[in-house]
């Protein structure tokens, strides 16, 4: 008989995955997964705007050069979403 694991910890989902939030909103993470990897696979696909003309921008190059993802993750602004690897309960802040 396998004995009880207990109960799922908060924002796991199953299977290793789990959620974080993105304005509010949960969305699931594949373990490993970057902050942009996992916006972009729940269809996230812009969080923001250049300077002058509005332009809706998100993942662009993927590896770190352009400044085009930039989030504010658990409250540490300018963070490149390509870049930093999601954990349980993260909270993402676009605007």
């Given at each position: 008989?396998?004995?009880?694991?207990?109960?799922?910890?908060p924002?796991?989902?199953?299977?290793?995955?789990?959620?974080?939030?993105?304005?509010?909103?949960?969305?699931?993470?594949?373990?490993?997964?970057?902050?942009?990897?996992?916006?972009?696979?729940?269809?996230?696909?812009?969080?923001?705007?250049?300077?002058?003309?509005?332009?809706?921008?998100?993942?662009f190059?993927?590896?770190?050069?352009?400044?085009?993802?930039?989030?504010?993750?658990?409250?540490?602004?300018?963070?490149?979403?390509?870049?930093?690897?999601?954990?349980?309960?993260?909270?993402?802040?676009?605007?």
């Amino acid at each position: 008989m396998t004995p009880d694991p207990g109960p799922t910890p908060p924002g796991v989902v199953d299977a290793g995955r789990f959620t974080m939030s993105v304005d509010g909103r949960r969305i699931p993470v594949e373990p490993g997964q970057t902050v942009g990897a996992a916006m972009l696979a729940a269809g996230i696909r812009s969080w923001r705007t250049t300077r002058f003309a509005a332009e809706p921008r998100g993942l662009f190059c993927g590896i770190g050069v352009c400044f085009d993802c930039l989030v504010t993750l658990n409250g540490t602004p300018s963070l490149r979403a390509c870049q930093v690897t999601a954990h349980p309960d993260d909270e993402v802040t676009t605007t």
